[in-house]
């Protein structure tokens, strides 16, 4: 058995059902990741938190899933790879660049390529970022304040996929068309 139980609404510790429900009600169901975070309730308040907070930033819905995509592909979130290829095509974003965030090739668009460059440049220099880069990130036409969206997005997307990993959660079968393994 697992240290981590895909928990119900009605076996879930009772901090985490509200997280929970809510979360049913946005998807139509709990993803099986969510019923495994609930274990914690902290974990998984905090992250649907950080998250929705990261939704409010000033980077566009697209170029959110830009940095959503390159956390989780980096990282080896089948779960997160999977669910955010789904939001994308749902966004109708071109499948051309979902399946270059899902293969962690260059991006069709310069501007979101920028983006994903810089993403993955916070990850690897923990935020040292080099001047160059963070220059060549601003002449893509993002901003200081983009900048540290991008943190913020790493931060809540690390917390995401590193828990997904620990609890080994699940691809829900919703979520099938759009299985992801790392390479």
């Known amino acids: 058995m697992s240290a981590f139980p895909d928990h119900t609404l009605d076996s879930a510790p009772a901090a985490a059902r509200a997280a929970m429900a809510a979360t049913a009600r946005h998807r139509g169901y709990v993803p099986a990741p969510v019923g495994r975070l609930a274990t914690s309730p902290e974990l998984l308040g905090g992250f649907l938190k ?3 907070i990261f939704e409010t930033t000033t980077l566009a819905p697209v ?3 830009v940095v959503v995509m390159t956390v989780a592909a980096r990282n080896e979130c089948h779960v997160c790879v999977a669910m955010h290829s789904e939001i994308l095509a749902a966004k109708e974003a071109p499948s ?3 399946e270059a965030l899902r293969a962690q090739e260059r991006l069709p668009d310069a501007r979101l390529d920028g983006l994903r460059v810089f993403t993955l440049a916070v990850m690897d220099s923990a935020g ?3 001047e160059e880069t963070l220059q060549a990130f601003l002449a893509h036409g993002f901003t200081a304040r983009n900048a540290l969206e991008v943190v913020l997005g790493v931060g809540t997307y690390t917390l995401s996929t590193f ?5 080994d959660a699940p691809l829900d079968e919703a979520l099938a068309p759009f299985a992801w393994h790392a390479a």
């Open 50 to 52: 950080l998250s929705g």
């Open 63 to 65: 170029e959110r899933e």
């Open 128 to 130: 040292a970022v080099p």
């Open 96 to 98: 051309a660049l979902i």
């Open 163 to 167: 828990a997904n990993r620990l609890t």
